[in-house]
């Protein structure tokens, strides 16, 4: 079998795909999504991915799940921003699937940059000449990858590379770093802050609170009066240079930041999930590069390159390399 299914599990949407294994690596045969608030546990899942790519799960080589939000065992997990449970364990030989394994979602985002999706990706800050993780050689230096997205919630991760007979080898690592406080500076961020709690009734706000959908909505609020629902408030306050994108931007710039520092990934920091992939203006305005650059006295920040994914399919790749790795089989780069 060089069959892989992948599940993209998100608070909002929930992607299903189907990869080839090849001779030239992973390859791409078939995407669907359905709404998240549709299923109800985990059979309901692997139902819907039979269902949406018309193949039994019982013709793949392996199945990988990722998951917004925290992860058992490998095979239970919970999403942080909608109440679906997953467990795997039970529903397994329902379906005639051999092998599985859950991960938190952004495991999977940072193996996307071990895919073609890294070598895709859109250079925005830092070093430009440090290549993408697929292209690194054991004789380079050894540092981190970090991945960080801002969608429904705010996603983590990073790779640790390792030494293996002579070989580099990625080891992925989950986080909740979206749950840490967010750092707000001066008088009209603290009157935001404050505007910010009352509205999501949250006495600490965290980054998943402050860059995601809803802290986009909250802060368009503060700044226009305006009270929209987060697409809308996307749409009408990040189409343009207006204080909205502005501030946005810096707050973004400013959690890319303290991930950086926290991981020290001179291999790269690579940034997805649905506000930076639908809103490029965001990641591109100076406001961005302004609250990345918060801390020039430490030297860490400088080397670290900034970079951006461009196929709004990276969590399946993933997913994907990791499920021929647990399949045993070749991802190529």
Do not use: K
């Not at 080589?61 to 997990?77: E, F, I, K, S, Y």
């Not at 640790?160 to 009209?188: C, I, K, T, Y």
């Not at 930041?257 to 100076?286: D, K």
């Amino acid at each position: 079998m060089n069959m892989l299914a992948t599940i993209d599990l998100g608070g909002t949407h929930c992607r299903f795909a189907r990869f080839a294994v090849t001779a030239r690596g992973l390859a791409l045969e078939a995407v669907e999504t359905c709404p998240t608030a549709r299923l109800q546990d985990g059979s309901a899942v692997l139902a819907q991915w039979e269902s949406c790519l018309h193949t039994p799960l019982s013709q793949v080589a392996a199945l990988v799940m990722g998951v917004a939000g925290p992860v058992q065992d490998g095979l239970r997990a919970r999403l942080s921003n909608a109440p679906l449970r997953i467990d795997l364990n039970a529903v397994m030989p329902q379906f005639g699937l051999r092998r599985a394994r859950v991960v938190n979602d952004f495991v999977c985002e940072a193996c996307a940059c071990l895919t073609p999706v890294g070598e895709m990706s859109r250079h925005l800050l830092g070093p430009a000449d440090i290549p993408c993780p697929s292209h690194r050689s054991p004789e380079e230096a050894l540092a981190p990858v970090a991945v960080l997205g801002a969608g429904t919630g705010l996603g983590s991760g990073w790779l640790v590379p390792q030494m293996d007979n002579g070989l580099l080898r990625w080891s992925p690592l989950p986080s909740e770093a979206g749950h840490q406080a967010f750092a707000f500076l001066g008088r009209e961020e603290e009157e935001f802050a404050a505007f910010a709690r009352e509205r999501l009734e949250r006495p600490l706000l965290r980054p998943d609170d402050v860059v995601t959908g809803r802290g986009l909505a909250v802060l368009h609020q503060f700044l226009t009066g305006r009270e929209l629902t987060p697409a809308a408030a996307a749409a009408e306050g990040l189409a343009e240079d207006q204080p909205t994108l502005r501030w946005y931007a810096r707050f973004l710039g400013r959690t890319c930041a303290h991930w950086g520092v926290s991981t020290l990934c001179y291999s790269g920091l690579f940034l997805t999930g649905g506000m930076v992939l639908r809103n490029p203006a965001v990641t591109e305005h100076p406001a961005f590069a302004e609250g990345f650059f918060m801390a020039p006295e430490l030297g860490v920040l400088e080397r670290i390159p900034v970079r951006r994914y461009t196929d709004t399919h990276s969590g399946l790749w993933g997913a994907a390399w990791l499920g021929a790795g647990l399949a045993g089989l070749p991802a190529g780069r």
